[in-house]
């Protein structure tokens, strides 16, 4: 990677903690845990990282998250994306965490909130990273669950900023979430929600106006629709673009295509985030460096990228 796209001060704002769980620390835990994995090996698990969409990701990211069980678990998880976002000059984070993935399987809310808290905090006083947590729902879930979630979220109130919407798109619209969020904001949360990844230009009129969303994760398919695309300019609402994602996903062919700098230059608030970087080839940094080595990112366009992630801050 270029020195000067490293250098540049940047926020990192869609990121899945459990996405972040490299292969090695996945094996390490599962050791730590007494845990029998499928796979041989951290080679073999790795050479399992080829989706054809985001269904196939999303079932190895929850079996993967199976080896976090305790506190230390969560921390350690946590800890270890701070320091690549140390090297990278990633100077605030606003992570997401999946508290369902967890407590559905018996895992208590708090032990993994203490956890990513812990580290969170130890970042801020020892790296120097600034931080803002979003609680997200599984939209593959019914409300009702999200609303149980919501409620176990709230004794430890103080400790999000806000909450988000993420797992299977493709027939899970936001709608679905509208009495949810509702709820979240009348508690004076913010809220994002993943919306026209693989979801159509509606997910992101509906996420807007039913969920009241701050910014759109995702958000790439908002170019299909002139008048929502007019909207987005208008109103400056961010996207948390993630192009690596994107590429593995198959959301592009390949990088030559990814529509990021074309929405950038008609004045979309477009940033550059990793989403699962354990599973897509990279953090925010390696998400910089294939936009300039693929679609000729220039250094202005880098710098109002990195800028656009400092103004989409939530936190
Ligand atoms: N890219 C993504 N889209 C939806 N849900 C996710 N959970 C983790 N990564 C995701
Ligand atoms: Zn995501």
């Given at each position: 990677?270029?020195?000067?796209?490293n250098a540049?001060?940047?926020?990192?704002?869609?990121?899945?903690?459990?996405?972040?769980?490299?292969?090695?620390l996945?094996?390490?835990?599962?050791?730590?845990?007494?845990?029998a994995l499928?796979?041989?090996?951290?080679?073999?698990?790795?050479?399992?990282?080829?989706?054809n969409?985001?269904?196939?990701?999303?079932?190895l990211y929850?079996?993967?998250?199976n080896?976090l069980?305790?506190?230390?678990?969560?921390?350690d998880l946590?800890?270890?994306?701070l320091?690549?976002?140390?090297?990278?000059?990633v100077?605030?984070?606003?992570?997401?965490?999946?508290?369902?993935?967890?407590?559905?399987?018996?895992?208590?809310?708090?032990?993994?909130?203490?956890?990513?808290?812990?580290?969170?905090?130890?970042?801020?006083?020892?790296?120097?990273?600034?931080?803002?947590?979003?609680?997200?729902?599984?939209?593959?879930?019914?409300?009702?669950?999200?609303?149980?979630?919501?409620?176990?979220?709230?004794?430890?109130?103080?400790?999000f900023?806000?909450?988000?919407?993420?797992?299977?798109?493709?027939?899970?619209?936001?709608?679905?979430?509208?009495?949810?969020?509702?709820?979240a904001?009348?508690?004076?949360?913010?809220?994002?929600?993943?919306?026209?990844?693989e979801?159509?230009?509606?997910?992101?009129?509906?996420?807007?106006?039913?969920?009241?969303?701050k910014?759109?994760?995702?958000?790439?398919?908002?170019?299909?629709?002139?008048?929502?695309m007019?909207r987005?300019?208008d109103?400056?609402?961010?996207?948390?673009?993630?192009?690596?994602?994107?590429?593995?996903?198959?959301v592009?062919?390949?990088?030559?295509?990814?529509?990021?700098?074309?929405?950038?230059e008609?004045?979309v608030?477009?940033?550059?985030?990793?989403?699962?970087?354990?599973?897509f080839?990279?953090?925010?940094?390696?998400?910089?460096?294939?936009?300039?080595?693929?679609?000729?990112?220039?250094?202005?366009?880098?710098?109002?990228?990195?800028q656009?992630?400092?103004?989409?801050?939530?936190?």
């Amino acid at each position: 990677m270029p020195e000067w796209l490293n250098a540049l001060p940047k926020a990192e704002l869609h990121l899945h903690l459990e996405g972040s769980l490299e292969p090695e620390l996945l094996f390490a835990l599962a050791e730590r845990n007494q845990i029998a994995l499928p796979w041989a090996d951290v080679e073999t698990l790795r050479a399992a990282y080829a989706f054809n969409n985001l269904q196939e990701f999303l079932d190895l990211y929850y079996a993967g998250a199976n080896v976090l069980r305790t506190e230390q678990d969560f921390y350690d998880l946590t800890w270890a994306y701070l320091q690549r976002c140390k090297a990278q000059n990633v100077i605030h984070v606003e992570p997401f965490f999946d508290p369902q993935t967890h407590t559905d399987r018996g895992i208590p809310f708090e032990v993994v909130l203490r956890g990513i808290q812990q580290a969170l905090l130890d970042g801020e006083k020892q790296l120097g990273i600034s931080h803002g947590l979003i609680l997200s729902f599984l939209r593959h879930l019914p409300e009702e669950e999200a609303f149980k979630t919501l409620e176990q979220a709230m004794p430890f109130r103080d400790a999000f900023i806000g909450v988000g919407l993420d797992s299977s798109e493709k027939g899970f619209p936001p709608r679905l979430f509208e009495r949810v969020f509702a709820k979240a904001r009348s508690e004076g949360l913010h809220a994002v929600a993943h919306a026209g990844e693989e979801g159509p230009p509606e997910y992101i009129w509906e996420a807007l106006d039913l969920l009241k969303i701050k910014r759109i994760d995702h958000g790439v398919r908002a170019i299909e629709d002139e008048r929502l695309m007019q909207r987005i300019i208008d109103e400056q609402i961010p996207l948390t673009v993630c192009p690596l994602s994107n590429i593995k996903l198959c959301v592009f062919e390949h990088m030559g295509q990814h529509n990021i700098l074309e929405m950038l230059e008609r004045g979309v608030k477009v940033t550059v985030n990793s989403d699962d970087p354990a599973y897509f080839g990279g953090y925010v940094g390696e998400n910089f460096a294939a936009l300039h080595e693929h679609l000729g990112m220039t250094e202005a366009q880098a710098k109002r990228l990195a800028q656009n992630s400092l103004d989409a801050r939530l936190a």
